[in-house]
């Protein structure tokens, strides 16, 4: 587009300083506003990156109309719409692509770990049928000393064809039911601790009472037998990520874990208050 602009990415220091995002060429924007991103947007604006549910921002589920509204002011701003779906992608949230849900095709998707199936590590960044023009007078200007593993696209070629599958969908989204069911339960049985479901799909965060309540049920469930990592930006939020395969029986037995984890951590915070009243 001939824009002086990278993007607006999105991240915290930790993140950015490594990769060299923290230049002045990228601008944050808050999500979920799409005011501030209308002001944000200028002619040197060349694109525009989220993630459908900014995971270690603590899993904000975007407004139903947010991200139509993002593509309509990427369109009239001339800009690229680039969706992250590395952790929504591949049927995380119940659709193939999470972005899905918002009835939004971006011009860019970046797709990896699910796309490996858990067997081997491969990404993608899927273009726009137009935009291959960057690569027709010279189509090695991007190649990739590390990349080009054969077996990697064999594993890719088949972990689509299996999680794009009505079949594999459809169990997503009843695991997502049961998950729903379960944890609106636990809200009501432990009100102090958790405050708010944040799920698309088996996509969730657990939306806690305190800055330290994240890490406390990360040690709890851990000791549970659960696997579960507080969110980096918004560490009363514990990112809660099942997965897409399990069946019912195990999707009941890692709620009664939950339980018990919650009923640890419940223990835990009564005795420092004892502690603090003493």
Request: proline share 4%; hydrophobic share 40%.
């Amino acid at each position: 587009h001939g824009h002086t602009g990278i993007a607006l990415a999105t991240g915290d220091p930790k993140y950015r300083d490594p990769f060299l995002s923290s230049a002045s060429e990228f601008a944050q924007v808050v999500f979920n506003d799409i005011g501030a991103l209308k002001k944000m947007l200028d002619e040197t604006i060349a694109a525009v990156i989220f993630e459908t549910i900014p995971a270690t921002l603590g899993m904000p589920i975007p407004d139903d109309h947010y991200f139509a509204e993002v593509k309509n002011l990427c369109l009239q701003n001339g800009s690229l719409l680039i969706m992250d779906e590395v952790q929504t992608g591949l049927g995380r949230t119940g659709c193939f692509w999470g972005v899905e849900h918002y009835h939004t095709v971006p011009d860019i998707i970046v797709a990896a770990k699910g796309l490996g199936g858990g067997i081997y590590p491969v990404a993608a960044t899927i273009i726009r049928k137009d935009l291959e023009t960057v690569f027709h007078e010279d189509p090695f200007i991007h190649i990739s000393t590390t990349g080009g593993a054969d077996i990697g696209c064999v594993v890719a070629q088949k972990a689509v064809e299996i999680s794009s599958s009505a079949g594999f969908l459809n169990h997503v989204n009843e695991l997502a039911r049961i998950f729903s069911d379960g944890l609106h339960t636990l809200k009501d049985n432990y009100p102090h601790i958790l405050l708010e479901i944040r799920q698309k799909g088996l996509m969730c965060g657990l939306k806690t009472a305190h800055k330290d309540f994240g890490p406390l049920l990360t040690k709890t469930c851990f000791d549970a037998g659960l696997l579960c990592i507080y969110a980096g930006n918004d560490t009363s939020v514990l990112q809660f990520l099942p997965v897409l395969t399990i069946d019912f029986s195990l999707a009941h037995e890692i709620l009664e874990r939950l339980d018990t984890a919650l009923k640890k951590a419940g223990e835990f915070i009564q005795l420092i208050k004892n502690q603090g009243a003493s």
